[in-house]
């Protein structure tokens, strides 16, 4: 596709409910990242991919937390047990390098909006 | 971790007036990248800064990268109302074998027709 695709743009989930964002790269993007947006605030480092490897993932803020991204392409951010705090908008990024000593610039989707009541 | 931290956190300007905000670091930074955000929208890539005192422009917008390599400034002449929106800046975190992008908080920029 044209850009970095996420899917569904809007989520709202019971708290206690599991959840699945989905996230389509740019083709042959090599790096992903994902990130989670509060209210008012910058964006927050939550975990990167290099191809299907996951290099980084000290930005998860719990073990509900869990990230995938098994053929080096599409990726799934998955919250289980979902809580109120978890609300918050979660933005997948790509990059076509690895990013060595200077990063390349992050294409950004246009995020999930997950509401947890 | 690696902080930038971002001034001010908001500003409501008069279309045609100036704008800067301010972003710094307690550390030495390999780079500096600056993005848009609007309303609504998701963060778009500005610039990258690298070299220690590089000055680029586009268009009405001057970014700096200061020479100690600690701060960094966007500036905007005569602002539209085209120009509302979030500003973040965002600071590379070297690690082994990639790097990752760290954001400011950024500042929203409101302008009045």
């Known amino acids: 596709g044209a850009g970095v695709s996420q899917s569904p743009r809007y989520k709202v989930a019971k708290r206690g409910q599991d959840v699945a964002l989905r996230c389509d790269p740019i083709?042959?993007?090599?790096?992903l990242f994902w990130y989670q947006q509060a209210l008012g605030q910058g964006p927050e480092f939550l975990t990167y991919?290099?191809?299907?490897?996951?290099?980084?993932k000290s930005g998860l803020p719990s073990d509900r937390f869990f990230a995938e991204r098994p053929e080096g392409s599409v990726s799934t951010l998955k919250i289980q047990r979902t809580q109120q705090e978890d609300s918050a908008v979660y933005l997948c990024a790509s990059s076509p390098t690895r990013g060595g000593s200077t990063n390349e610039k992050l294409f950004f989707g246009s995020g999930t909006q997950l509401s947890v009541l | 971790g690696q902080q930038v931290m971002q001034i001010p956190q908001y500003q409501h300007v008069q279309e045609g007036e100036d704008f800067t905000t301010y972003c710094n670091s307690s550390?030495?930074?390999?780079?500096i990248q600056w993005y848009k955000q609007r309303p609504g929208g998701h963060p778009v890539f500005l610039i990258q800064?690298?070299?220690?005192?590089e000055v680029k422009k586009q268009k009405r917008l001057t970014f700096q990268f200061g020479e100690a390599k600690k701060n960094s400034s966007l500036h905007i002449t005569a602002t539209q109302t085209t120009d509302v929106g979030t500003y973040f800046c965002a600071a590379t975190r070297l690690n082994s074998g990639y790097s990752t992008l760290t954001f400011g908080k950024g500042t929203m920029l409101l302008v009045s027709p």
């Open positions: 550390t030495t930074l390999s780079n």
């Open positions: 991919f290099q191809n299907e490897a996951q290099l980084d």
């Open positions: 800064l690298v070299k220690s005192g």
């Open positions: 083709s042959g993007h090599v790096s």
